[in-house]
């Protein structure tokens, strides 16, 4: 919404809409705000089948200072764009399991920019 600072906001934020399947577009602005630990990677994204208790989600998430406009050293600069599925697919677990890295991939971004991300979601 215009003139809301969203700026450290909780974890997510449940937007009252009904929504199944389809594609979720949003502009994102991603930067440290010095209150973390040092080495905090200014992540955020879009959370989504969020199950009503708020426990369960799926969530596509960047991380601009993991970004090739950031410089990061390897195996970082392939970080940039993470899924994971709470509680169950943490992105821990994901990295055991692929190795190969397809639940993360690299992006020309970088911190404190505006950032367009899309997710789409399809239920069977």
Do not use: C
């Not at 200072?65 to 169950?88: H, I, M, T, W």
């Amino acid at each position: 919404m215009p003139h809301i600072d969203y700026v450290d906001m909780p974890t997510f934020v449940a937007l009252p809409a009904a929504f199944n399947n389809g594609t979720i577009e949003v502009d994102i602005l991603s930067r440290l705000n010095g209150k973390g630990p040092s080495d905090a990677r200014a992540f955020a994204g879009i959370a989504y089948r969020i199950a009503g208790d708020l426990e369960r989600f799926e969530a596509v998430y960047v991380r601009p200072l993991n970004g090739s406009k950031a410089s990061p050293p390897s195996p970082r600069d392939q970080r940039a764009v993470q899924y994971f599925a709470y509680p169950e697919w943490k992105y821990e677990r994901l990295r055991e399991k692929y190795p190969d890295g397809r639940y993360e991939a690299g992006a020309d971004i970088g911190p404190d920019e505006w950032i367009h991300q899309r997710s789409t979601s399809t239920l069977k």
